[in-house]
């Protein structure tokens, strides 16, 4: 632990130009903490700085331009199941800003030994009931009575459930300037997307519970959640209200229908003032990022094929380039799917 804690105070405290004196008192402070306690606590400007660079160092995000600006949210003083659905609240209410989403993670207690004191089992806070990729969830079997799933999470080897009020989530209606029977198809999705199902390692220190957030890049809607045929697979639906003809693959039908919902996507977002970032502009961010990143002599790391948009790839910087994969800390990490908990009892809130 003490090596990753050095390599990541060093890392920390030459980017801040923070003088070695203070370098070398710290990673003495942090040492006799190890040898007292077998870990050691993060500062608050430590954990800052940790959670901005897991995100920088996230190979899979073509959104790391504003990596820097990442509102931190700490609550690893919580205790309680209350107090800490009152702290998802809070991100959500946060994060949401009315549509003028902030950037923002909640980083809750580490994980100690073997003691983890919370883990939420959604990947996202926020899912619709009718969400296949949800079914984790599901299988637990929780009285479900909103349009969203609730919120299933460990405390102590205890699962909960948390119920999302439908009030705290922003929506936005789906419509199109120019094709009013795609309207009537009555589509909508969430404003802000939370990622809740990754865990964070920053020095040797893993938070299994960070919920975090960005905004979102049209295609994720368009493209991946509303058409993909193990998700929601509503291609066929969307054509037809769009009047295209889908007797041949020779009328570019699929196509056609990919690019319109986008646009309707991104239309709609803009529209009813939510944040959200088309494939174009989000490419030549990452663009810029990586101009920044070189200009510090940093090393770029990526996901290629995460990085290219799931429409029209071939037409931004990304497509043409490949990407070094290796993961380096901080970061986030996916935990294995399925439902570990399965079989024990649920306390509903």
């Known amino acids: 632990m003490f090596d990753q804690a050095q390599s990541f105070i060093r890392n920390m405290h030459e980017e ?3 003088p070695h004196a203070e370098t070398e008192a710290r ?14 606590r993060h500062t608050p400007e430590e954990l800052e700085y940790g959670v901005r660079v897991a995100w920088r160092n996230s190979n899979r995000c073509i959104g790391r331009l504003f990596w820097d600006k990442l509102t931190l949210i700490d609550r690893r003083h919580v205790q309680t199941p209350a107090e800490f659905e009152a702290a998802l609240l809070h991100h959500i209410d946060y994060a949401t800003n009315n549509g003028k989403i902030r950037p923002s993670i909640t980083v809750f207690p580490p994980r100690t030994g ?3 004191p919370f883990i939420i089992l959604n990947d996202q806070l926020i899912r619709y009931t009718s969400d296949t990729l949800a079914e984790p969830v599901k299988s637990i079997k929780p009285d479900i ?12 080897e205890q699962l909960h459930t948390l119920a999302l009020p439908e009030e705290k989530i922003l929506e936005v209606p789906l419509h199109h300037p120019n094709h009013p029977a795609f309207d009537d198809l009555n589509l ?14 920053i020095g040797g220190i893993t938070y299994p519970c960070a919920p975090f957030n960005g905004w979102y890049m049209e295609s994720e809607i368009a493209s991946r959640n509303l058409l993909d045929c193990y998700r929601y697979n509503l291609i066929e639906q969307i054509a037809d209200s769009f009047g295209f003809d889908r007797t041949t693959t020779a009328t570019y039908w699929r196509d056609r229908t990919l690019v319109e919902l986008n646009y309707a996507v991104y239309h709609s977002y803009k529209s009813h003032g939510v ?3 088309d494939h174009y502009t989000a490419s030549k961010q990452f663009e810029k990022f990586e ?21 029209s790839p071939s037409l931004v910087h990304n497509f043409h380039k490949g990407y070094d994969n290796t993961y380096r800390d901080p970061n986030f990490y996916y935990r294995k799917k399925g439902c570990p908990f399965a079989g024990q009892s649920i306390r509903d809130h």
């Open 16 to 18: 801040l130009n923070i």
């Open 114 to 116: 073997n003691c983890t």
């Open 291 to 311: 101009e920044q990143e070189r200009a510090a002599g940093r090393r770029i790391t990526g996901d290629w094929t995460w990085l290219i948009p799931p429409i």
């Open 188 to 201: 909508a999705w969430y404003a802000v997307p939370i990622i809740s199902g990754m865990e964070l390692r």
């Open 27 to 40: 990673l003495q402070s942090i040492a006799e903490e190890i040898c007292q306690t077998q870990t050691y």
């Open 275 to 277: 944040a959200v970032v």
């Open 145 to 156: 009575t909103s349009k969203f799933l609730p919120i299933v999470y460990q405390h102590n």
